[in-house]
């Protein structure tokens, strides 16, 4: 709220409003006046011309008095809004309310100062005539609706600034002023009700006799409410659709750049009715979005952005299914002894330094890391359904790709760090493993167990990676021609021979 102050003290928007209220009752006035001076037919009086001064003296001497003492109640009713403005905090649920009802209890300081006014001309002309303090009361309270009216739209557009900081850290979910419906039956007085209702009465003070005019003065007063209707149904339809559409037209458009992939953005709430709720509910849900998007993008960095993208678009069950996979298994040597004589800060930073070119490299040749477990991590090459090979997968050529990119890096980037990779192909059960409340996805089979105790085997080899004969004999035949087939061996813990597999140097 840093521009509440500057707010507070904006005479620019004080005037406006200020301005927009008086040229609105004091158009109202004139329009009233000419009416009832000129257009009106009234009924017969004595002395009409005493009559005429006296209605105009009246009417200068109430807007002298009308004016200020309007002007002083709006002040007095808008002095907690400023002062708390020029708080700079959020508002309480109190100072909400009034900010929001501003141009409401506006309305009703004009409605009151209207009414008086209809009283003091009954009063006055009640002494000539009972049938043209009626008319003149008429006359007065029609267009003194209308005149509310318009204002009520006038002041809710110029204080839209005021309703946003009102709302910008909390919107009531109950409608705190006059909604859509409102606003339109608002307009529909406006340009249509009070010039259709003057004119019905006019026309049935006619009839009754309580009005007396020719054919010509009947025409010259449709005439008059036909041009207002049409003027001032015009502003105020136009104020009710403005507001209205000027907050769809930015929705629209904040949904348009959500679409484009910015989930950062969010719309101003100005008001407080269902319009508003509609602002809010769309910063809800791009905050939904963002929310969901970081969630997302974490669940991808734990367990790989092609097993996050699946899981959303298929759910998570417990279970997997058998697949043909190739297995990359990369362990550091020496992390028990390093973590033994460096402090914790440096250790994680060596594993991170490690794990970076681990990542890249799998990454970059189509694979997965499925997890981390200390200073070792198990990378997956996903070859499809038991028995495929399909062009669309990476297979036991990604793994055996990548396992030289980590091995030519490693010695690159960080010579002084000792490892062994181990790499094998064959179908093992992915999926979910675990209970319904606590789960992870990864993969068990032979594949897994014969590439770590690859890896064992390659610490003691001079170029610290093997692979098993499976998994070249699964590769194409240019990365296969990287490597050369060895002697079989049978690794711990396991009763089929491996036939090893080493890199050429390079």
Request: hydrophobic share 50%; net charge neutral; charged share 20%.
């Amino acid at each position: 709220m840093g521009s509440g102050s500057t707010l507070a003290g904006s005479p620019r928007l004080r005037l406006r409003f200020a301005a927009g209220m008086l040229g609105a009752n004091l158009v109202g006035a004139v329009v009233v006046f000419v009416f009832a001076r000129w257009i009106l037919p009234l009924p017969p009086v004595d002395d009409p011309a005493r009559v005429q001064r006296a209605n105009l003296l009246v009417f200068g001497a109430y807007l002298l008095v009308a004016v200020p003492l309007g002007a002083l109640v709006g002040v007095r009713l808008f002095a907690p809004v400023l002062r708390w403005l020029r708080t700079e905090r959020v508002p309480t649920a109190d100072e909400q309310r009034l900010a929001l009802r501003a141009p409401l209890r506006q309305l009703g300081v004009h409605a009151a100062l209207w009414l008086l006014a209809a009283v003091v001309f009954v009063a006055l002309d009640l002494h000539w005539s009972s049938r043209l303090a009626l008319v003149v009361a008429v006359t007065v309270v029609l267009g003194g609706a209308a005149t509310c009216a318009l204002g009520y739209l006038l002041g809710e557009r110029i204080l839209r600034p005021v309703a946003a900081l009102a709302l910008a850290a909390d919107v009531p979910e109950d409608v705190a002023i006059p909604g859509v419906a409102t606003r339109v039956l608002l307009a529909w007085a406006l340009g249509t009700g009070v010039p259709v209702l003057g004119t019905t009465l006019v026309g049935g003070g006619q009839l009754i006799g309580v009005l007396s005019a020719s054919g010509d003065r009947l025409a010259g007063t449709a005439l008059y409410l036909g041009a207002v209707a049409l003027v001032v149904g015009l502003v105020a339809m136009t104020l009710t659709a403005r507001s209205i559409a000027d907050p769809l037209e930015q929705v629209r458009h904040a949904l348009a750049r959500v679409r484009g992939g910015r989930l950062d953005t969010e719309v101003a709430v100005y008001d407080g009715s269902e319009v508003g709720l509609l602002q809010a509910g769309f910063n809800r849900m791009a905050a939904g979005l963002r929310e969901r998007e970081a969630l997302r993008d974490l669940f991808g960095r734990h367990v790989g952005e092609d097993v996050a993208r699946e899981a959303l678009a298929r759910g998570t069950t417990l279970g997997g299914e058998l697949r043909e996979v190739a297995v990359l298994f990369v362990d550091l040597v020496g992390s028990t002894e390093l973590a033994a004589r460096r402090p914790p800060d440096e250790v994680v930073e060596t594993l991170n330094a490690f794990f970076r070119v681990v990542v890249a490299a799998v990454a970059a040749e189509g694979g997965s890391i499925n997890k981390f477990v200390g200073d070792a991590a198990l990378a997956i090459f996903r070859c499809g359904p038991p028995g495929s090979t399909g062009p669309d997968t990476p297979g036991s050529s990604g793994a055996l790709a990548a396992a030289r990119a980590i091995v030519r890096h490693l010695r690159a980037d960080l010579p002084a760090t000792d490892f062994g990779i181990g790499i094998a192909a064959g179908p093992a059960v992915a999926g979910n493993i675990g209970a319904a409340e606590r789960f992870e996805y990864t993969v068990i089979g032979d594949p897994v167990n014969e590439a770590a105790r690859l890896t064992e085997l390659a610490k003691r080899e001079p170029g610290r990676l093997l692979a098993s004969g499976d998994a070249i004999a699964g590769a194409s035949e240019q990365e296969a021609a990287h490597w050369a087939l060895g002697e079989p061996v049978t690794l711990r813990g396991r009763v089929r021979p491996t036939r090893l597999a080493r890199a050429a140097p390079q």
